[in-house]
């Protein structure tokens, strides 16, 4: 639902966005051609959104268990591209390669059988290589390809569930998330609303096993040594070239 919200407003802002773009006959060809400045400019940096839904059924081993709840992702990058090269008839696309570094942040929730035992926040920053085709003409579909590596931050927020049992059992649980290696595959269409904007729409695989601490009155449970926080994500990037 939040997604869709956010998507009706970026539709809504790419709209007034039509006063930049180039004066079309009737047969819906430009009646100027265009500059096409994305294939030129060695820059661009934008805003994402995305929905991000884990993959794994069992986040944590037992006696913990639980699955990682779905999540709402809001993140930046900035990329910088290389020249482009041409090809096909005409050039009507160009290659295009960028080296991008993006940084996010969302927080799982962690649960068991309506137990909750807390929020699980990440903050991945990633260096990703991209791989792009770019239309000549605005309003024209072109498309993405992205690998990526890189870490994440994470912290563990109790809930006052666990709080509440470790109140009533007399015992004090503490969890402590360390850094993890974040793995990054994925691809999209994009669509050149603008001389220099483009809105994308895409899929990404994002691996991640996060380590963790897991005490209780200070011992360690050696079952539970990471939570698996792999997630399918459906993003929705505005991007602006420069």
Not at 59 to 65: F, L, N, R
């Amino acid at each position: 639902m939040r997604l869709a919200a956010v998507l009706a407003l970026l539709l809504a802002a790419c709209a007034g966005c039509r006063q930049f773009m180039p004066i079309l006959d009737e047969k819906g060809r430009p009646v100027a051609k265009s500059n096409a400045p994305w294939r030129n400019e060695r820059m661009a940096g934008g805003l994402t959104l995305a929905q991000v839904q884990p993959t794994a059924s069992e986040a944590a081993e037992a006696p913990v268990g639980g699955r990682l709840d779905d999540a709402f992702l809001a993140g930046v990058h900035v990329m910088y591209l290389f020249p482009a090269s041409k090809y096909g008839p005409e050039y009507l696309f160009a290659t295009r390669c960028g080296v991008e570094v993006r940084v996010d942040d969302y927080e799982m929730l962690l649960s068991s059988h309506g137990f909750k035992y807390g929020t699980l926040h990440m903050t991945p920053t990633v260096l990703a290589f991209r791989f792009m085709q770019m239309p000549e003409e605005i309003r024209i579909l072109g498309f993405h390809v992205e690998l990526g590596i890189g870490a994440s931050s994470a912290t563990f927020a109790k809930h006052a569930m666990l709080e509440e049992d470790d109140k009533l059992n007399g015992r004090h649980t503490h969890v402590s998330p360390e850094v993890a290696v974040v793995a990054v595959g994925g691809a999209g269409v994009d669509f050149y609303i603008a001389p220099r904007l483009c809105l994308s729409l895409g899929y990404r695989y994002s691996y991640s096993r996060v380590p963790v601490d897991w005490k209780v009155d200070g011992i360690p449970l050696p079952e539970i040594d990471e939570l698996d926080a792999s997630s399918h994500q459906v993003s929705l990037s505005l991007r602006f070239f420069f």
